[in-house]
Structure formats: structure tokens, C-alpha cells
């Protein structure tokens, strides 16, 4: 899977700018497991909670290409509030996609 994430809004207010990029082919399984989980609990927290609003808020784009060119886009706002159930996931993707 190949996976890029982009990130908009925030104090900046900048249009979109690449945060990371990652294929998974090429990784460790245990990493892949990693990214599968963070994504499994993104589209669990954004159906039970959906996007927080605000236009100074940073706004994450996840593309997402399966292996067989299947693509999904998962959006996610980060309004810094601790009890937000995307964050968790959304930082543990971006911890790996950036290392």
C-alpha cells in the first residue's frame, strides 16, 4: 500500500503541504500491522465522531493506493482536544510515515 499524507490549515493557512509518504510493500510486516491498526481506528473514531470544524485547525489528508490501485482518501482535523478519538491513530500514522 502506498500511502502519502498532506496537512492544511493551521496557523499557517497554508494549502496543502506533504507531510510524508510511505509504501508499505517494501516495509516490515510488523510496521504494515502498525499502519493498518492506526488506519482501522481512524475510520472508527471519524464514523463514530466525524471531522471537528474550525479553519485554523490543521486538517490531515490521508491518500491511500492498495496494491491492486484501489484508492481512499480519509480526512482528519486535529482540534488538539485530548478526548478527540482521531488523534491517537492519527499520530501513531504519522510517527511511522515520518520516521
Excluded: W
Excluded at 502519502?4 to 503541504?17: A, L, M, R
Excluded at 510524508?20 to 471519524?46: F, K, M, V, W, Y
Excluded at 485554523?56 to 484501489?70: C, H, V
Amino acid at each position: 500500500m502506498k500511502i502519502t499524507v498532506t496537512q492544511s490549515g493551521g496557523i499557517t493557512g497554508e494549502d496543502f503541504i506533504e507531510v510524508g509518504h510511505i509504501d508499505t510493500s517494501g516495509r516490515a510486516p510488523a510496521e504494515g500491522e502498525r499502519i493498518e491498526r492506526a488506519l482501522t481506528a481512524l475510520r472508527q473514531a471519524l464514523s463514530d465522531t466525524g471531522l471537528a470544524i474550525g479553519a485554523d485547525l490543521p486538517e490531515y489528508r490521508i491518500d491511500l493506493q492498495a496494491e491492486d490501485g484501489t484508492r481512499e482518501t480519509i480526512v482528519v482535523t486535529d482540534d488538539m482536544d485530548p478526548a478527540n478519538p482521531t488523534l491517537p491513530p492519527l499520530r501513531d500514522l504519522l510517527e511511522v510515515i515520518s520516521a
